[in-house]
């Protein structure tokens, strides 16, 4: 069955940057889109970008600038560069893959395979 798993996530100051990963295994990968995906305490979990089997990409307004996704299809793996963070980013992001893309990459129930997550804390 299909597994993501999330890496990449730390504590960062305002203004820095990490790159998160997503590895995908046990299908081929490449019929994927992947989106992610971040929920803070007490919040719900809001669209955050994705990336189609065609490698073209979406994004939340709030990111739009500051993160880039990417896709390399030879390691199976989707790329959340985030950059200029503020303490806002602070949740939890999690990956998800959906077969063969979808109309709605920002609604979660589109994605029917999920990662565990990954701690992003941004401190001001």
């Known amino acids: 069955q299909v597994q993501l798993v999330e890496s990449g996530g730390g504590l960062v100051q305002t203004g820095g940057s990490l790159r998160l990963s997503c590895v995908f295994s046990g299908r081929d990968f490449s019929g994927y889109a992947v989106g992610w995906f971040r929920q803070a305490p ?6 955050v970008s994705a ?3 065609a490698a073209g990409t979406f994004y939340a307004d709030s990111v739009k600038g500051r993160f880039t996704i990417s896709r390399d299809n030879a390691k199976n793996t989707v790329y959340l560069q985030m950059s200029s963070l ?6 939890v992001y ?3 893959a959906v077969l063969g893309g979808t109309y709605r990459y920002d609604r979660s129930f589109e994605y029917n395979h999920w990662g565990r997550g990954t701690q992003v804390t941004v401190s001001s």
């Open 51 to 53: 990336i189609s089997p």
């Open 86 to 91: 503020k303490p806002d980013d602070t949740a």
């Open 42 to 47: 007490g919040k719900e979990r809001e669209f």
């Open 94 to 96: 999690y990956c998800a």
